[in-house]
């Protein structure tokens, strides 16, 4: 059974300040994803990445996938109060006909 | 092009009912899978349609099930509901299937009392 595991659970951290938080398993995927929900709502896709060792950079986020193809890394630099939600990574398998893997998720508050 | 769209958003029912949720994906997606999502569980995959066949299913009980029409709308229904069916159910929409990019609609929040 693949499995995918997040840490931090909880985040809390004061506005400017730089985290990371991760996502790892056992298990091989063709690709992983990250997602943020807001309260009520449901996740929003931020980035697919493919590639072993491949980093993406979106404004002030930054995600990498191992080389290894088991594990990410979401980095937010300079944290802000609208950067507050759920962060979800999801492993895609080798096939569209495969379930994908949805973390736990990480629960980032920003406080201004 | 309009998001995924779930209704109803909230919903409560009482043990025992059945309740029906609806669907309908972004436009010339063909896959829709479903989710329910809990404080203590996560998200957890619950079945996906493809043109109207499902595709894949998750660990749940029968009494949990989906059906998706030719316009790739999808309904899923829970019967005999129990207390802890109470959660965020989600509905995603893809071009091809739930191993590709996924987008999620707002969700129903259905609690059971």
């Known amino acids: 059974t693949q499995l995918l595991e997040q840490s931090p659970q909880f985040l809390s951290i004061q506005e400017g300040e730089n985290l990371t938080v991760y996502c790892n398993s056992s298990s091989v995927f063709s690709s992983l994803q990250w997602y943020r929900q807001e309260p009520g709502e449901g996740p929003v896709l931020l980035v697919t990445v493919v590639t072993g060792g491949e980093v993406k950079k979106l404004k002030r986020l930054t995600f990498q996938f191992g080389d290894a193809r088991k594990d990410s890394s979401l980095h937010i630099t300079a944290a802000q109060p609208g950067d507050t939600g759920l962060y979800l990574c999801?492993?895609?398998?080798?096939?569209?006909?495969?379930?994908?893997?949805f973390g736990p998720g990480t629960s980032l508050s920003v406080i201004p | 092009k309009a998001g995924v769209t779930q209704t109803p958003r909230y919903l409560i029912k009482t043990r025992g009912q059945q309740v029906t949720l609806s669907c309908s994906p972004i436009s010339g997606h063909r896959s829709v899978s479903w989710y329910q999502q809990t404080p203590g569980q996560g998200l957890q995959f619950l079945f996906e349609?493809?043109?109207?066949?499902?595709?894949n299913k998750g660990n749940f009980p029968g009494r949990f099930s989906g059906r998706q029409f030719s316009n790739s709308r999808s309904e899923m229904n829970v019967s005999t509901l129990e207390l802890g069916d109470s959660a965020l159910y989600l509905c995603?929409?893809?071009?091809?299937?739930?191993?590709?990019?996924?987008?999620f609609g707002p969700g129903t929040r259905l609690t059971v009392t």
């Open positions: 999801a492993g895609l398998p080798k096939t569209s006909y495969d379930k994908v893997i």
């Open positions: 995603a929409s893809s071009l091809v299937g739930s191993g590709y990019e996924q987008y």
């Open positions: 349609y493809f043109s109207e066949t499902q595709r």
